[in-house]
């Protein structure tokens, strides 16, 4: 599968994540398919992608989005219960809860459903992804990857695109062309058995790990670690107070 034969994404889990990535997706030209487990759930995802505070009006109403792209957007979204829906799509993208015995399960079902031809990608915050796809024909190796989105979907630029050995150029091309088309900032990661999350994960997992031991060990307080960061080294938000905080007085 190529990047420009890719028409139709399927995402399989519209919370958080798959609503978002629904949406941007939509807005970028592409018909997409949002399968979750009930019709319920669906009205959310549906009320979250149309009506949120980072839904499609919101953006008409901020002037973000034109009207008839938004229009536009809005008709090449759909949504089911049906896994069945998904069968003839050229992508599906994963976004459900992070448990990997879950995600192995529903791409192994997936497998079986969607055409063979089509790429596979986990928005996994950070398993790794040769694991995730393990149940799944030898042939469809070349065709998965890792696309991880940051929240919320419509405003987060950033995306990484992991590969792994198995994964054909073709389809490296084609998930990081989607992401490009979407308007995202792509950074490519290699998939790493015996790790777990990606660049911005890892990172800021490393950087909260050393500023938690600075306050054990009694050598800074959280007020002075979030202002010394936030003036020394320009971050627009520190750990411990959130986004618009205690940053805003100095
Ligand atoms: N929330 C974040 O900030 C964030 C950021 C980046 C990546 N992620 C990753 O994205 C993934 C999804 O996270 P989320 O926060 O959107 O979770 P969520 O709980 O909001 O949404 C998951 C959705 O998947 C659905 N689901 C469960 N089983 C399903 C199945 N078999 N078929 C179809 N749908 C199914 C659930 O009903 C739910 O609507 C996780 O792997 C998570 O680690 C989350």
Redesign the pocket.
């Known amino acids: 599968m190529k990047f420009e034969d890719v028409k139709k994404i399927g995402v ?7 609503g978002g990535i629904a949406q941007v997706l939509a807005i970028a030209g592409y018909d997409v398919v949002v ?3 009930t019709d319920e ?1 669906n009205e959310q995802t549906r009320d979250a992608v149309f009506e949120s505070k980072w839904g499609m009006k919101r953006a008409v109403e901020v002037g973000k989005l034109e009207f008839d792209k938004c229009y536009e957007a809005m008709q090449r979204v759909s949504f089911t219960t049906d896994l069945n829906d998904l069968a003839d799509a050229d992508m599906v993208i994963e ?4 448990k990997l015995e ?1 995600k192995q399960q ?1 791409f192994a079902e997936l497998d079986e459903v969607v055409k063979p031809e089509a790429i596979f990608v986990s ?3 950070g398993f790794v992804i040769e694991e995730i796809a393990q149940d799944v024909l030898e042939s469809r190796k070349q065709l998965f990857g890792g696309m ?4 919320p979907v419509p405003v987060m630029k950033a995306c990484e695109v992991i590969y792994t050995p198995h994964t054909s150029q073709d389809t490296i091309d084609a998930v990081r062309g989607v992401a490009e088309k979407a308007g995202k900032a792509v950074s490519m990661v290699k998939d790493m058995p015996g790790t777990y999350g990606f660049i911005v994960n890892r990172i800021y997992a490393a950087a909260r790990r050393e500023a938690d031991k600075l306050v054990e060990d009694g050598i800074a307080t959280q007020e002075d670690i979030d202002k010394a960061m936030i003036t020394g080294r320009n971050w627009p938000v520190g750990f411990y107070a959130g986004r618009g905080g205690i940053g805003k007085q100095w």
């Open positions: 399989l889990g519209g919370g958080v994540m798959g399968r979750d487990l759930i976004a459900v809860p992070e879950l529903v928005n996994t915050s991880h989105f940051f929240n």
